[in-house]
C-alpha cells in the first residue's frame, strides 16, 4: 500500500485509510431499505483485514455510536500497527463557559481513549468544526492541553466550506484538517490544497465519493438530490474506456493531489474497502481526463454538504 507523510506530523499513513461510521452507526445512502451496518464480527473482520492489507491509518470518532469501542475490542492487540484518529465534539451549541466548554472536550477525548482501549490517540480532531470555533480557540486549547498531558500526539480538525480550513490552516494549531474533496467537488483545489502544501498541513479527504453519489448507490437518492445524479452520470460519461467504474474514476482523481496524503474509505464492507485499494494501485487517472473532469461546472454548492441534504 502506497505511503504518504501526513504533513508536519512526520506520520507515514497509507494512501487510503479506513473510516468507521458505518460499523458504528446507520450510514450512507440506504439500498434496498437497509444501510448495510455490519454485525460486530463482520467489522472486527474487516479492521484486521485493513491492517494485513497494508492500511495503517484508521479514523473514528466519539459520535460514530459503537465505533471507538468495536475497534478498542477487536484490536487491541494490534495498537502498534496503526495510525489511530478519532475526533471530540466542539460543544459550541451548548450555553457553556469556556472552562466548561473545555472540560467537556476533555472528558470526551478520555472515553476515546477507554473506549479505544489505548493510552494515546495519535490525531485527535475537533469534530465538524465550523469556522467560528477555530476562532475562538477554546476547543484547541483544550487539545493542547491534552497533548501536554500525553493524551494525544498531534491535532487536527474535520471541517465543512472552504472558509473554515483557510483560518484552520492559518492558524498554525492544526497539524492536520479532514476535508470533502471529490470529482464532484473541487472547490479545495482553488486555495485549500494549495495553501495546505504550503504551511504543511497534512490534509485527510472525505467524502471521495459523497457517501455514495459517486457509486451505484445514486439511483437510490430522493428526487431532490436529482442534480447531483445528473452531475455523476456527467463524470461517468467523461470516463469513457479509459476506467471500469464510477468509483475508481472517484478515487483515481482524488489521488492526483497531493495533498490529499489519504483518502478516507468510509465503508463497513470488505469488498468495498478491497476495491479502492485496487483503484489506488492503478495510479491518478490521466491527464486528459483530468482537464475534463475540472472543467465541468460545479454542482450546487449547498447539495455538496450531506448537511443538508433530506432525510434518507
Not at 135 to 148: K, P
Not at 168 to 187: E, K
Not at 219 to 233: G, K
Request: glycine share 8%; aromatic share 4%.
Amino acid at each position: 500500500m502506497i505511503r504518504r507523510i501526513l504533513g508536519r506530523t512526520g506520520l507515514a499513513v497509507s494512501v487510503i485509510s479506513l473510516g468507521t461510521v458505518e460499523i458504528g452507526l446507520d450510514y450512507g445512502i440506504p439500498v434496498g431499505g437497509s444501510h448495510g451496518r455490519p454485525e460486530e464480527a463482520e467489522a472486527a473482520r474487516l479492521l484486521n483485514h485493513a491492517l494485513d492489507m497494508g492500511i495503517n491509518f484508521l479514523d473514528t470518532a466519539r459520535l460514530y455510536g459503537e465505533a471507538e469501542a468495536i475497534i478498542g475490542r477487536a484490536l487491541k492487540t494490534r495498537r502498534q500497527e496503526y495510525v489511530l484518529a478519532s475526533k471530540a465534539p466542539s460543544f459550541h451549541q451548548e450555553d457553556l463557559t469556556s472552562a466548561q466548554r473545555k472540560q467537556k472536550i476533555g472528558e470526551s477525548v478520555k472515553e476515546s481513549l477507554r473506549q479505544l482501549q489505548t493510552d494515546v490517540i495519535d490525531i485527535l480532531m475537533i469534530h465538524s468544526a465550523p469556522q467560528e470555533v477555530i476562532v475562538q480557540g477554546d476547543a484547541l486549547e483544550a487539545l493542547q492541553a491534552l497533548r501536554e498531558e500525553g493524551h494525544i500526539r498531534f491535532i487536527g480538525a474535520s471541517v465543512y466550506g472552504e472558509e473554515a480550513a483557510l483560518v484552520a490552516i492559518a492558524n498554525g494549531g492544526y497539524d492536520c484538517l479532514q476535508i470533502a474533496y471529490s470529482a464532484l467537488d473541487r472547490r479545495p483545489e482553488r486555495a485549500v490544497l494549495p495553501e495546505a502544501a504550503r504551511h504543511h498541513v497534512g490534509i485527510v479527504a472525505r467524502s471521495v465519493v459523497l457517501k455514495g453519489v459517486l457509486t451505484y448507490r445514486r439511483r437510490h437518492l430522493p428526487p431532490e438530490l436529482q442534480p447531483l445524479v445528473e452531475a455523476a452520470d456527467r463524470i461517468e460519461a467523461l470516463a469513457g474506456e479509459e476506467v471500469t467504474s464510477l468509483p475508481e474514476l472517484a478515487y483515481r482523481y482524488a489521488l492526483a493531489q497531493s495533498p490529499p496524503h489519504s483518502l478516507l474509505v468510509g465503508t463497513g464492507s470488505i469488498e468495498e474497502m478491497e476495491a479502492a485499494a485496487g483503484f489506488v494501485k492503478k495510479g491518478p487517472l490521466p491527464s486528459g481526463l483530468m482537464a475534463r473532469i475540472q472543467a465541468l461546472p460545479v454542482v450546487e454548492e449547498r447539495l455538496l454538504n450531506p448537511g443538508n441534504w433530506p432525510a434518507l
